[in-house]
């Protein structure tokens, strides 16, 4: 895979260590990046053009499809939209990816905000699942049958659309420059708020502690 790290480096007059200490890695990490001898994780690959406010695809250029250009492209595919997805972390694409499969599993038109609630609590190793566990919220969830590659799409229905909205303009709003899987969550809980959807009758239903959930989230974000 080749890329423009040195290129961008240098146009912002920084040497490797510069890069180094922006990106919290190593001198011999960014040397290794830019020459190609091993290529970075998705969220560095992401926090690297966060870091450069460019594009992922204006950074590394990939001769064949690989592991990271396959997934940034099905990401772009699932929103139906530009929706500046380099911005999502690792983990925050996993769960969008689960929601997008979960919506397939249940042969529904459209990835529904339910779905995106099932791909936060796919990983009980975030933050997200953690806070809506810890405050009563489950879901019988088949995550074994999301190991399958399923060939098939869903665009987002237009409240779920409004969740990424919400999670990217507080993103804006506080000066981050990575949209976390708690930030999905911010933008579940607000819609959960302030429409009557299936997830606020979920939510209930599992007598979720907004209270507590909302001040965790405060803290969290």
């Known amino acids: 895979m080749k890329n423009r790290l040195k290129e ?30 091993f ?54 694409i996993h769960a969008i990816k689960f929601a997008q499969n979960e919506a397939v599993r249940l042969q529904e038109s459209q990835v529904e905000p339910e779905h995106l609630l099932a791909g936060l609590l796919a990983d009980p190793t975030t933050t997200s699942a953690q806070l809506l566990q810890a405050n009563g919220t489950t879901l019988e969830i088949a995550i074994n049958d999301h190991s399958f ?17 919400l999670a990217l303009q507080v993103v804006r709003l506080q000066g981050k420059k990575s949209i976390k899987t708690e930030h999905l969550l911010w933008g579940l809980v607000r819609l959960a708020e302030t429409n009557q959807t299936i997830l606020t009758d979920l939510f209930q239903r599992y007598e979720t502690d907004f209270v507590t959930l909302n001040s965790q989230l405060a803290e969290t974000i």
Not at 149 to 165: H, I
């Open 149 to 165: 590659e399923s060939g098939e799409t869903r665009k987002f229905s237009p409240q779920s659309k409004f969740v990424l909205e």
């Open 8 to 37: 961008l480096r240098q146009l912002h007059q920084w040497s490797q260590s510069d890069l180094a200490r922006e990106l919290g890695v190593s001198r011999q990490a960014v040397n290794g990046f830019e020459s190609g001898k």
């Open 39 to 92: 290529d970075p994780s998705l969220d560095m690959a992401f926090k690297i053009a966060s870091l450069f406010n460019v594009a992922i695809e204006d950074v590394f250029i990939c001769e064949a499809k690989n592991s990271m250009q396959t997934l940034v492209e099905r990401v772009k595919n699932f929103f139906g939209f530009d929706f500046g997805f380099e911005r999502f972390t690792e983990k925050a």
